[in-house]
C-alpha cells in the first residue's frame, strides 16, 4: 500500500536500515550484500550466529555493514 507521499518526502531521518539475520548461510548472505552495494543504503546490519565466524571476511569486503556476530545458536526470530 503506498502511503501517497511523494517519494522526495522520505527523508533520511525515517529510513530504516536493512537487517539479516543468518545461520549457516554465508553465500546466501554474500549475494545479497552484494546486491546491496550499489544501493545507497546508509548502513546495512547483519546478525549471524553461525558456526564459523566469517564476519572478518565480509566485513573487509563490505565495510559499510555493521556485523554482530554471536557465539551461542539463536533462532532467527531471536537475531532480528
Request: with cysteine; net charge positive.
Amino acid at each position: 500500500k503506498k502511503s501517497g507521499l511523494p517519494r522526495t518526502a522520505i527523508s533520511a531521518a525515517t529510513w530504516i536500515p536493512p537487517v539479516f539475520a543468518s545461520y549457516n548461510s554465508w553465500e546466501s548472505l554474500e549475494q545479497c550484500l552484494s546486491s546491496l552495494a550499489g544501493q545507497q543504503a546508509t548502513e546495512v546490519i547483519v546478525a549471524d550466529c553461525s558456526d564459523a565466524d566469517r564476519t572478518p571476511v565480509l566485513a573487509a569486503r563490505f565495510p559499510n555493514v555493521k556485523f554482530c556476530h554471536y557465539n551461542r545458536r539463536m533462532s532467527i526470530p531471536r537475531l532480528r
